[in-house]
């Protein structure tokens, strides 16, 4: 990946945000964090989100209310997803699955709250090939992203675990973004619960 076509930030910026654009319905947002995608989702969407620090819990409220968002955000991690099964058409996670704590057990979740046909939209960065300097500066920073950027690992293979979820890819875009002298892959993930 680090030989390939770069893009600029901006560039994988424009497309998750226009995939953010069009989701509809109920729409679970996991670790909504500071509500940076309320300005993304359409007017008709019924926000529901999942945020585990209590402190981002708070500040999120207020910025949902704000946004014309009634519903409280719920106290939680993505683990256990206190939902009822089938009861979202989408779930949203933007840059999260790279700190949860078993992201095989939220794809699972996931799973389980959407209903048939519904759709999991990820965007996240993940590991960089092996034998890469990115990969290498990747790994040697894992201990550190895990204590002081919210448990962040960026040595995971998110496309892979999503593949091997219950849940069925329908697309995948790949990028390459060249940050401080690497190229840190990054991936938009479209899936679906099987109907």
Do not use: Q
């Amino acid at each position: 990946m680090e030989t390939g076509t770069r893009t600029p930030w901006a560039t994988v910026e424009a497309e998750r945000d226009a995939a953010v654009r069009t989701l509809r319905g109920r729409v679970l947002e996991l670790g909504a964090g500071d509500g940076a995608n309320f300005g993304l989702l359409h007017p008709s969407v019924d926000w529901v989100g999942l945020e585990p620090d209590r402190r981002r819990r708070a500040r999120l409220a207020e910025k949902a209310r704000s946004h014309g968002h009634r519903a409280a955000p719920l106290d939680g991690g993505a683990e256990d997803i206190p939902l009822p099964e089938a009861s979202v058409d989408a779930v949203l996670g933007t840059t999260v699955l790279c700190s949860v704590a078993d992201p095989e057990r939220v794809l699972e979740e996931v799973a389980r709250v959407l209903r048939p046909g519904g759709r999991a939209l990820f965007a996240e960065h993940v590991a960089a090939p092996a034998g890469t300097a990115t990969g290498t500066v990747l790994r040697l920073a894992r201990p550190f992203t895990r204590v002081f950027d919210h448990g962040c690992d960026p040595t995971r293979d998110t496309e892979a675990t999503v593949r091997a979820s219950a849940l069925e890819v329908a697309g995948v875009a790949r990028y390459a973004v060249p940050v401080l002298g690497l190229v840190i892959p990054y991936v938009l993930i479209d899936a679906r619960r099987p109907a």
